[in-house]
């Protein structure tokens, strides 16, 4: 696909409460860690543009509330996303189901076009991926990634293939913005 110029992707990453969802924006983002990260409430925003052969994608990445109790709110920021990170901690194995439940959840609201993968993050504590994993990306055809936003390992070839995945499904051929000129004809001017 040949695209040319700059274009946004809405991220939404889901994941429960301590998985690292705000580590991993922030490190793509900022290339910054803080150890002592606090909770999300809500959401937060935040941006990044990533340069590929067929031009500029600006991630607008919406890191959202792990805590159940924010989970209502928190999948109505799902809305328009092109992609989905579903995010759990490798070494918190508790934090699998919850992710896998948020894939399902944000399929059912975005249909299956969108891109969803899932995240084991924490690859710098422990490499083993629960089964149940690849078995649902099997199931689903979603792509799985480890990575560890401490020490950045992963991050961008994370970021890498969503921004290659959308080109090659041409997300952004339907949100091209169009130009027109507004011309004066016979020498009024026209007001729109």
Not at 29 to 36: K, L, P, R, V
């Amino acid at each position: 696909m040949k695209m040319e110029g700059s274009f946004n992707a809405k991220v939404v990453l889901l994941g429960t409460s301590r998985v690292g969802k705000t580590s991993i924006a922030t490190r793509f983002g900022m290339n910054t860690f803080d150890e002592n990260q606090t909770a999300t409430i809500g959401v937060a925003f935040l941006t990044k543009s990533y340069k590929f052969d067929e031009g500029v994608i600006s991630f607008e990445l919406w890191d959202t509330a792990g805590q159940e109790k924010f989970k209502s709110v928190t999948m109505s920021y799902v809305r328009e996303a092109k992609a989905v990170l579903c995010v759990y901690d490798l070494f918190k194995k508790g934090t699998v189901s919850p992710a896998i439940d948020y894939a399902v959840d944000a399929v059912e609201k975005l249909g299956e076009s969108t891109i969803i993968v899932m995240v084991g993050n924490k690859s710098d504590l422990c490499v083993d991926v629960p089964p149940e994993v690849y078995s649902f990306c099997q199931k689903h055809s979603y792509n799985h990634f480890e990575c560890s936003a401490k020490t950045g390992e992963g991050i961008d070839e994370i970021f890498s293939f969503l921004g290659k995945q959308l080109i090659e499904k041409k997300f952004f051929e339907k949100s091209l913005i169009r130009s027109f000129d507004i011309q004066e004809e016979n020498g009024k001017s026209k007001c729109c």
